[in-house]
């Protein structure tokens, strides 16, 4: 499969140098940049589908604990599997809370090229 595509870069941005929408043409890097859109996208902030993200920043109000790192990481999975499952398969899911922090680790296979991929985020509390 051709890698190539051509989409809106998430985040929103302009390009600069041509005064237009800022494109992703590199499909791995979109995938990542759905994933993204995904877990920071809070529940109702979409006017069209009020259901859609898994509003991992609203964790920001809940304790820094081991319950909480369990919760977010089943809301993480089942999220992912609801909105990106035709694109991913969702292999493991783990979050462990350090500090102040979420760590968050996906391992996922892209369906299109047959690749295993890995995502690292840390969000902050």
């Known amino acids: 499969m051709n890698n190539k595509i051509h989409s809106i870069r998430y985040p929103f941005a302009i390009d600069k140098g041509f005064g237009k929408l800022a494109e992703e043409t590199d499909y791995d890097r979109h995938v990542v ?11 109702g ?4 589908r009020p259901d859609f993200g898994c509003g991992i920043r609203r964790m920001v109000f809940a304790p820094n604990s081991d319950v909480s790192a369990n919760l977010s990481q089943v ?4 999220s992912l599997e609801k909105w ?3 694109i991913i398969e969702l292999n493991d899911v783990k979050v462990n809370n350090i500090e102040e922090t979420l760590e968050i680790k996906i391992v996922y296979l892209v369906r299109a090229t047959q690749q295993r ?9």
């Open 33 to 43: 940049q759905m994933i993204k859109q995904v877990l920071f996208t809070n529940p």
């Open 45 to 48: 902030e979409r006017i069209n």
């Open 75 to 78: 809301i993480i999975h089942q």
């Open 84 to 86: 990106m499952g035709t």
């Open 117 to 125: 991929r890995y995502l690292n985020l840390d969000v902050t509390l």
